[in-house]
């Protein structure tokens, strides 16, 4: 990008370059604030910066400052790994702050949490995409001990039938609830209290594993992050009780009612006809004696055995206390005449001091930082998601060249994860420390603002295909000229070793393009901590002005690989910047973790945007819920690779040129 001094001036500071867990709820089962508004301290701009320009009224755009005074906030050891850009507004300035990261440096990971502990951003923007939502699963952390899906629910024919409504009451009583984090010993606990309604004769849990539309929860308690695993779904298999026929029901005699016994008799005698349960009646009994009384009452029903009832009738303090079956004194602690008893099997495990539940729409509440609004997907959401193929985690393209282009990429992944080993950094560390970070200094919102991987991985994959190819089809075809002018001697003996070497030189052309850049991160991957961090650190600040792209020695040798920058870095860098200028306007844009509620730890939920950037980015009916942005804004630090910081930045002065025509 060629800067042009009188529209952008960007202060440019260094970024180096940058499933077990279904599993485990089974096995447990088997066994039976810091205020998120930006201190102003993050570098107050001058009063009369010089030549300020601004693009269009109203529109969000990039404008001169003075460096020094727009890097204030950003300690000098940082100056020469980040970009600081603003974006102006007609309501206020965004300070959006680019840091480069490495995905091999330790210092890099440092770096990173040193930035968004001293800017304090509203947004935290990552590299990542709905792809790689489990990069920020940590691994070295045991396998996780709490578990939440967004659909828990009873057996279809028990949700049917009459007994639906008393279901409902059951299930927003219960410890799983949707959206909520809850153990083994919880789901458990569960069983026994359904149990306890009465209602059953037996309940069984049953779970589902993941599918493609859910992703990790993450619950911050101030120290680490928690994470809590993803089940498809939770179902409460549960068996209808049967009871004896209904002989005869009389109110006790110490229970004053407004109901009529009479009444009550002859709902018993219509509802007892061949076909329909005690259990149905009673239930029918029950509400109608709950519509009678006011205020809330607490029904009984006793003498189930013989099938000669007998109802009490008590008045409660709260609607929380009321009665939802009438049978629950029949039903002790989940054991009573014809329930087979559930034995919990999992220990109790530390709660993770979840609020309120999700299960309706609400706002977050991020410690004195504005709140971001989203609302729950609906079940027909959820449906359609659960049934689709291109969410999170999709398969690797297929095909002939596909499959060379993953066995490349991964050899790559490979050493460039070993050269991680060396240095003590894991794949995605640099995502989990800023993550972290952004949840111990209160911000709201961490998006992943970066192109899905599988999208991006064809694209790079046709891309180096188309060229390699031709070099390995010219080598062929000279291979078989050859051999066909020595077998026709329609060249000379003497001249048949020129075309071999015309060949030799067409196909190590071909397969130099692509052995390169693997011996070269090979050999990141043989030196020790010390060099690896030399060799990824910058040689010079992004902040002088070249619009030459940064391309660290080793780690980012894949670019040279043919055609791989326009996918892997170009595509990339457009898309990003346009997450972040949807960011910075409060429209969201990009997939997030949205903190959805905070008692004693911030729960940080996966959430879609109402106004996605890319619709194939941010697939509907993903995730626990839709969230609507934020138009107070002040900040945004985004933590990508350091090849792409230059690139991003360009991309936003053409967002922002566009914005003003």
Same mark, same amino acid.
């Given at each position: 990008?060629?800067?042009?001094?009188?529209?952008?001036?960007?202060?440019?500071?260094?970024?180096?370059?940058?499933?077990?867990?279904?599993?485990?709820?089974?096995?447990?089962?088997?066994?039976?604030?810091?205020?998120?508004? =930006?201190?102003?301290?993050?570098?107050?701009?001058?009063?009369?910066?010089?030549?300020?320009?601004?693009?269009?009224?109203?529109?969000? #755009?990039?404008?001169?400052?003075?460096?020094?005074?727009?890097?204030?906030?950003?300690?000098?050891?940082?100056?020469?790994?980040?970009?600081?850009?603003?974006?102006?507004?007609?309501?206020?300035?965004?300070?959006?702050?680019?840091?480069?990261?490495?995905?091999?440096?330790?210092?890099?990971?440092?770096?990173?949490?040193?930035?968004? $502990?001293?800017?304090?951003?509203?947004?935290?923007?990552?590299?990542?995409? &709905?792809?790689?939502?489990?990069?920020?699963?940590?691994?070295?952390?045991?396998?996780?001990?709490?578990?939440?899906?967004?659909?828990? &629910?009873?057996?279809?024919? %028990?949700?049917?039938?009459?007994?639906?409504?008393?279901?409902?009451?059951?299930?927003?009583?219960?410890?799983?609830?949707?959206?909520?984090?809850?153990?083994?010993?919880?789901?458990?606990?569960?069983?026994?209290?359904?149990?306890?309604?009465?209602? %059953?004769?037996?309940?069984?849990?049953?779970?589902?594993?993941?599918?493609?539309?859910?992703?990790?929860?993450?619950?911050?308690?101030?120290?680490?992050?928690?994470?809590?695993?993803?089940?498809?779904?939770?179902?409460?298999?549960?068996?209808?009780?049967?009871?004896?026929?209904?002989?005869?029901?009389?109110?006790?005699?110490?229970? &004053? $009612?407004?109901?009529?016994?009479?009444?009550?008799?002859?709902?018993?005698?219509?509802?007892?006809?061949?076909?329909?349960?005690?259990?149905?009646?009673?239930?029918?009994?029950?509400?109608?004696?709950?519509?009678?009384?006011?205020?809330?009452?607490?029904?009984? %029903?006793?003498?189930?055995?013989?099938?000669?009832?007998?109802?009490?009738?008590?008045?409660?303090?709260?609607?929380?206390?009321?009665?939802?079956? !009438?049978?629950?004194?029949?039903?002790?602690?989940? &054991?009573?005449?014809?329930?087979?008893?559930?034995?919990?099997?999992?220990?109790?495990?530390?709660?993770?001091?979840?609020?309120?539940?999700?299960?309706?729409?609400? #706002?977050?509440?991020?410690?004195?930082?504005?709140? =971001?609004?989203?609302?729950?997907?609906?079940?027909?959401?959820?449906?359609?998601?659960?049934?689709?193929?291109?969410?999170?985690?999709?398969?690797?393209?297929?095909?002939?060249?596909?499959?060379?282009?993953?066995?490349? #990429?991964?050899?790559?992944?490979?050493?460039?994860?070993?050269?991680?080993?060396?240095?003590?950094?894991?794949?995605?560390?640099?995502?989990?420390?800023?993550?972290?970070?952004?949840?111990?200094?209160?911000?709201?919102?961490?998006?992943?603002?970066?192109?899905?991987?599988?999208?991006?991985?064809?694209?790079?994959?046709?891309?180096?295909?188309?060229?390699?190819?031709?070099?390995?089809?010219?080598?062929?075809?000279?291979?078989?000229?050859?051999?066909?002018?020595?077998?026709?001697?329609?060249?000379?003996?003497?001249?048949?070793?020129?075309?071999?070497?015309?060949?030799?030189?067409?196909?190590?052309?071909?397969?130099? $393009?692509?052995?390169?850049?693997?011996?070269?991160?090979?050999?990141?991957?043989?030196?020790?901590?010390?060099?690896?961090?030399?060799?990824?650190?910058?040689?010079?600040?992004?902040?002088?002005?070249?619009?030459?792209?940064?391309?660290?020695?080793?780690?980012?040798?894949?670019?040279?690989?043919?055609?791989?920058?326009?996918?892997?870095?170009?595509?990339?860098?457009?898309?990003?910047?346009? #997450?972040?200028?949807?960011?910075?306007?409060?429209?969201?844009?990009?997939?997030?973790?949205?903190?959805?509620?905070?008692?004693?730890?911030?729960?940080?939920?996966?959430?879609?945007?109402?106004?996605?950037?890319?619709?194939?980015?941010?697939?509907?009916?993903?995730?626990?819920?839709?969230?609507?942005?934020?138009?107070?804004?002040?900040?945004?630090?985004?933590?990508? !690779?350091?090849?792409?910081?230059?690139?991003? =930045?360009?991309?936003?002065?053409?967002?922002?040129?566009?914005?003003? $025509?």
């Amino acid at each position: 990008m060629h800067t042009n001094p009188t529209t952008l001036q960007v202060s440019l500071v260094k970024a180096p370059n940058l499933c077990r867990l279904h599993g485990g709820i089974h096995a447990a089962l088997s066994r039976r604030k810091s205020n998120t508004s =930006v201190r102003r301290s993050r570098g107050r701009l001058s009063s009369k910066p010089a030549k300020q320009l601004k693009f269009a009224l109203g529109a969000l #755009t990039l404008s001169k400052t003075n460096q020094a005074a727009g890097t204030r906030s950003v300690p000098g050891t940082l100056r020469k790994y980040v970009a600081h850009v603003v974006l102006q507004s007609c309501k206020r300035p965004v300070h959006v702050y680019i840091l480069g990261a490495s995905h091999v440096s330790r210092q890099s990971c440092s770096q990173t949490a040193q930035l968004i $502990s001293t800017t304090k951003p509203d947004i935290v923007l990552l590299e990542l995409c &709905k792809d790689r939502v489990d990069l920020l699963v940590d691994p070295s952390r045991p396998a996780p001990k709490h578990w939440h899906s967004r659909v828990v &629910k009873f057996n279809s024919s %028990f949700a049917q039938q009459s007994t639906g409504t008393a279901c409902k009451k059951l299930l927003a009583r219960l410890r799983c609830r949707p959206g909520r984090p809850f153990s083994a010993y919880d789901i458990e606990q569960d069983c026994i209290q359904l149990l306890s309604s009465g209602l %059953f004769a037996s309940v069984t849990p049953v779970t589902q594993p993941a599918t493609l539309s859910d992703a990790p929860m993450f619950v911050h308690d101030g120290i680490q992050m928690q994470t809590v695993a993803p089940l498809g779904s939770l179902t409460f298999q549960a068996a209808p009780r049967q009871l004896p026929k209904i002989k005869s029901m009389a109110l006790d005699s110490t229970t &004053k $009612s407004s109901g009529s016994m009479q009444q009550l008799a002859d709902i018993a005698s219509e509802e007892s006809k061949p076909g329909t349960s005690t259990v149905d009646v009673l239930l029918k009994v029950h509400d109608q004696l709950q519509r009678s009384v006011t205020p809330p009452a607490s029904i009984s %029903f006793c003498g189930l055995e013989s099938g000669e009832i007998k109802v009490s009738v008590d008045t409660v303090n709260s609607p929380e206390e009321a009665s939802i079956t !009438g049978l629950e004194s029949t039903a002790t602690l989940g &054991k009573g005449w014809g329930i087979s008893a559930f034995q919990p099997r999992s220990p109790q495990v530390p709660s993770l001091h979840y609020g309120s539940a999700s299960t309706s729409g609400s #706002t977050t509440d991020t410690g004195g930082s504005e709140a =971001v609004h989203w609302r729950p997907h609906s079940e027909a959401e959820i449906d359609a998601a659960q049934g689709s193929t291109s969410g999170r985690g999709s398969p690797l393209p297929s095909g002939l060249s596909n499959t060379f282009t993953n066995f490349v #990429t991964q050899t790559y992944a490979r050493y460039q994860r070993e050269a991680g080993q060396v240095v003590g950094v894991s794949s995605g560390e640099a995502w989990r420390v800023a993550f972290q970070a952004a949840a111990q200094h209160g911000v709201a919102q961490v998006h992943l603002g970066d192109k899905p991987a599988i999208a991006m991985s064809q694209r790079m994959s046709a891309a180096i295909t188309a060229g390699t190819v031709p070099y390995l089809a010219a080598a062929l075809l000279l291979s078989l000229a050859t051999v066909a002018a020595a077998a026709t001697q329609a060249v000379p003996a003497s001249m048949l070793p020129l075309p071999s070497v015309v060949t030799l030189g067409v196909l190590g052309k071909g397969l130099s $393009s692509i052995l390169g850049p693997l011996l070269e991160i090979q050999k990141l991957s043989k030196m020790s901590a010390e060099e690896i961090e030399a060799a990824v650190d910058l040689r010079e600040p992004l902040q002088n002005g070249s619009s030459q792209l940064v391309k660290l020695w080793g780690e980012d040798a894949l670019l040279d690989w043919p055609g791989a920058r326009g996918p892997v870095i170009h595509e990339r860098d457009a898309h990003m910047a346009r #997450t972040i200028h949807a960011a910075a306007r409060g429209t969201g844009g990009s997939p997030a973790f949205i903190v959805d509620s905070r008692d004693t730890n911030a729960v940080w939920q996966y959430m879609m945007p109402q106004e996605p950037v890319e619709s194939e980015a941010c697939p509907r009916g993903h995730g626990n819920g839709v969230y609507f942005g934020d138009d107070k804004v002040q900040s945004i630090v985004a933590v990508v !690779g350091t090849a792409h910081v230059r690139g991003i =930045v360009a991309e936003l002065q053409k967002l922002t040129v566009l914005q003003s $025509s």
